[in-house]
């Protein structure tokens, strides 16, 4: 009787910031500053006190925080983030490569080279 509903592993309910924009808070300061800045800490829980930075969430206590941190949601988002992949690695997947090594010299521009 109709179809059932399709199940998604991440709800748009939950969106959470994508695993490039949390390497860039971990790797810049002033990036996840201009995040935090653009929320207004009366909206956010615990006054925006406790904030998780790999899981981009905020906690309503300290206690909530460190119970987070030993979770396994958590860990398994440090685990995707120290596995962010490039696009140097991705190339390398596909066997395109920026780098082809030092350039060869055909046998007939040596003969004239030499001339």
Not at 54 to 78: I, M, Y
Request: glycine residues 4%; proline residues 5%; hydrophobic residues 30%.
């Amino acid at each position: 009787m109709g179809y059932p509903a399709k199940r998604t592993k991440t709800k748009t309910r939950r969106y959470l910031r994508d695993i490039d924009q949390v390497k860039a808070d971990l790797t810049s300061p002033r990036h996840l500053e201009l995040h935090k800045e653009s929320k207004a800490p009366e909206d956010l829980p615990g006054l925006g006190r406790h904030y998780c930075i790999a899981c981009a969430k905020w906690f309503e206590t300290d206690v909530s925080l460190v119970q987070h941190n030993s979770g396994k949601p958590h860990k398994r988002r440090l685990k995707d983030i120290r596995n962010v992949f490039t696009h140097v690695d991705a190339n390398a997947a596909s066997n395109l490569r920026i780098d082809n090594g030092p350039k060869r010299i055909a046998k007939s521009e040596e003969v004239e080279m030499a001339m």
